[in-house]
């Protein structure tokens, strides 16, 4: 009997060709046995590794790998005995050639075959699975996969489904099918998914961290708070899981409370440019100018070619109420610097330099840009542009009051 495990086939840690419950896999790529070997303790066996067995790689080492059996077992094994998986389909050519009515081997050969990108010839090995009548649920979920991957959506629900049904106990296919789901627009089903596979699996982190996203995405903000709040619960150093609710609670406007998970975030972070932009934005929402400042700058200091940092920045120091804050020479270098990195072809920029240099009395360069603004911009936009025109025309700096008809850009924290 050829055994398998440790075969990751997609972003959401399915088991190719062994029936599983939901795991996350990080070893490296599993090896393939090109021959029968025995692991053995002194004159004891304590594992017999069959050809065409998958192994899991704990170590690579120059001339061995350090591996674990499908039983547990842990030994070392000589590279020139195994095949990586991306150069095993031989092994699997020959075990076929030899037992061409077991299923099994397809699905074993499937696995080589993703793993060089040939997601046709490993979905045709599934069907050919199946065919022969190896029709276990991992089977269908397997061949979800690459249904999936090829954006056959509607194939690999079907597959995805019946994976369900034989399998009602696996979380796999429901978090695979919820998957599908969110990436055709279906959150409700998508929610119904997740809470199937959090039923399967409570504990583990990831479930509620993906409802949440999809509850945000039906804007329902407080429910994903509420499953943000349980996957903290349970993992409480996932620095995303923190990322995600401090966003949501901004949307709600709890910047008081954002502010406190973006800065949970920094602690185990401290160099996360995102958190603390995040961060920034709440404080200027609360009209903590100066705090907002400094996280801004500090952002930039981080990553200099971190657009959205440099746009906040700029913005607080055109517009900051504080004296002590507004800038207008700096604003005007941090707006060129955006400007730089989106080649002075996007409309927002080219208002924000245009609003710099008005905040500095250059109303002539000021209109230059917004001209050159207004050139780009979309229907939408245009009316806002051609006020500002006449704003620096009358010599006039920009009135953030302006935005509150017209669609114009905007500081924003980083979506999560």
Request: proline share 4%; glycine share 4%; with cysteine.
């Amino acid at each position: 009997m050829i055994r398998c495990f440790s075969t990751t086939a997609f972003s959401l840690a399915v088991i190719l060709t062994c029936p599983t419950s939901l795991r996350a896999q990080q070893a490296a790529e599993p090896v393939v046995a090109k021959m029968e070997m025995k692991l053995t303790l002194g004159e004891k066996v304590l594992d017999t590794i069959e050809k065409g067995d998958l192994l899991t790689v704990l170590e690579v080492r120059d001339k061995s790998y350090l591996i674990q059996t499908f039983s547990g077992h842990k030994g070392a094994v000589a590279n020139v005995t195994v095949a990586k998986l991306a150069e095993a389909a031989p092994i699997y050519d020959d075990l076929i050639e030899k037992s061409p009515e077991d299923g099994r081997l397809y699905t074993l050969r499937a696995s080589c075959h993703w793993a060089v990108g040939d997601t046709e010839q490993a979905l045709a090995d599934f069907d050919k699975a199946i065919e022969m009548g190896y029709d276990e649920g991992h089977a269908f979920a397997s061949r979800g996969l690459f249904h999936a991957a090829m954006r056959n959506y509607d194939k690999a629900i079907e597959d995805y489904s019946e994976a369900v049904r034989r399998d009602p106990k696996d979380a796999v296919p429901l978090v695979n099918r919820a998957a599908v789901n969110m990436s055709t627009g279906k959150y409700e089903s998508a929610v119904e998914d997740y809470t199937r596979a959090i039923e399967l699996s409570p504990d583990n982190p990831i479930l509620y961290t993906q409802r949440a996203i999809a509850l945000k995405l039906l804007g329902k903000l407080d429910e994903a708070v509420a499953g943000y709040d349980k996957a903290i619960e349970l993992a409480d150093k996932d620095i995303s899981t923190w990322m995600g609710r401090g966003f949501i609670k901004f949307q709600l406007g709890k910047y008081e409370a954002a502010i406190e998970d973006f800065s949970h975030v920094i602690e185990l972070s401290p160099e996360s440019a995102v958190a603390i932009n995040n961060r920034g934005y709440n404080y200027q929402m609360l009209g903590k100018e100066s705090e907002a400042l400094a996280d801004y700058t500090r952002a930039v200091e981080l990553a200099p070619k971190y657009l959205l940092a440099l746009q906040n920045k700029a913005w607080l120091l055109t517009t900051a109420k504080d004296e002590m804050v507004r800038d207008p020479a700096k604003a005007i270098a941090t707006a060129t610097a955006a400007c730089e990195i989106s080649q002075y072809k996007d409309f927002s920029d080219l208002t924000l330099l245009a609003a710099a240099h008005g905040s500095a009395g250059e109303f002539e360069t000021a209109i230059g840009w917004q001209e050159k603004s207004l050139e780009l911009a979309i229907e939408e936009q245009k009316p806002i542009a051609q006020k500002l025109i006449a704003l620096y025309q009358e010599e006039k700096p920009f009135d953030p009051k302006l935005l509150e008809s017209d669609p114009a850009p905007e500081a924003k924290p980083t979506t999560q």
